[in-house]
């Protein structure tokens, strides 16, 4: 069984995420969503807020798993007796810092390669950062992200603006 990991904040998980999943579980067997676990990038939500965010959208997939991992993710991904590590490209600022990261996990560790996948031209533009900027001034995200992740950036930005 080929198996990938597909790694990301997922602070939240947008529709270019799930564009890029959707590929991921066609061209393997098994794919991991793992959750980071990154407290250096301050992310709005929880790991774990964000893991049940996730869970609802991905549950259409029978190969999909979601888990939290912290560390490196080579390692993760060898634990997790993984061939590949799926990486979306957005645009041409995504690649320099992909390709370092790639280069570098595979100078780690060789036997795990790292795919880019381009998500659909639709979601080119979409970012986390970006969708939750706009929430954060009350516009509406709904092209952006699914109903269970535009309920909590609501919820979140309601309370912080009381």
């Known amino acids: 069984m080929r198996h990938c990991i597909y790694p990301g904040t997922f602070d939240p998980i947008t529709y270019g995420h ?3 999943l959707q590929r991921a579980a066609k061209l393997f067997d098994r ?5 980071a676990q990154n407290a250096g990038k301050h992310p709005l939500f929880s790991a774990e807020e964000r893991m049940e965010m996730v869970l609802p959208n991905v549950a259409r997939f029978p190969n999909v798993s979601v888990t939290i991992f912290t560390g490196l993710l080579v390692e993760f991904a060898m634990q997790q007796n993984a061939d590949a590590i799926i990486r979306g ?6 690649f320099e810092f992909e ?7 595979r100078h780690l560790q060789p036997k795990i390669e790292t795919i880019f996948v381009m998500p659909n031209e639709q979601f080119s533009y ?6 939750k900027q706009v929430a954060a001034y009350g516009g509406d995200v709904k092209h952006f992200v699914p109903p269970n992740v ?8 309601s309370a912080q603006r009381e």
């Open 18 to 20: 799930m564009d890029v």
């Open 99 to 105: 390709f370092n990261m790639a280069l570098m996990n």
């Open 150 to 157: 535009r309920e909590a950036l609501h919820r979140t930005y």
């Open 31 to 35: 794919v991991t969503v793992a959750v």
């Open 126 to 131: 979409t970012s986390s950062t970006l969708v």
């Open 89 to 94: 490209l957005r645009a041409l600022s995504d």
